[in-house]
Nanobody
Framework: VQLQASGGGLVQAGDSLRLSCVAS????????LGWFRQAPGKEREFVAA????????SYADSVKGRFIISRDNAKNTGYLQMNSLKPEDTAVYYC???????????????????WGQGTLVTVSS
């Protein structure tokens, strides 16, 4: 199983970025996909999750209304569209694959068994 996240960078407050997560080594459409982030000195926290076919999404309150998670199962790729970025969104962003095809507890870090390497997003004020 491999997950390759990309798309991070340095932007100004109010800008947008789209992160991508290319998956391989497993049947992509069988698993829920999540995004987490970790800011310096803080624990890794849930950002968003999307069900196997993309019909159900969930978000952390801190990003609700600004971020949009999506996936293209034909391309084995997940996305995180980040709009109206704030300095507090600065973090390393990780995509992750749920451990089980049932996809329970999508907001829990322990539900995910495979992680990408992370991509750094820096938002300047």
């Amino acid at each position: 199983v491999q997950l390759q996240a990309s798309g991070g960078g340095l932007v100004q407050a109010g800008d947008s970025l789209r992160l991508s997560c290319v998956a391989s080594g497993f049947t992509f459409n069988m698993y829920l996909l999540g995004w987490f982030r970790q800011a310096p000195g803080k624990e890794r926290e849930f950002v968003a999750a999307i069900s196997r076919r993309g019909g159900t999404t969930s978000y952390a309150d801190s990003v609700k209304g600004r971020f949009i998670i999506s996936r293209d199962n034909a391309k084995n790729t997940g996305y995180l569209q980040m709009n109206s970025l704030k300095p507090e969104d600065t973090a390393v962003y990780y995509c992750a694959r749920h451990q089980w095809t049932t996809g329970q507890a999508p907001g829990e870090r322990t539900s995910y068994g495979y992680w990408g390497q992370g991509t750094l997003v820096t938002v300047s004020s």
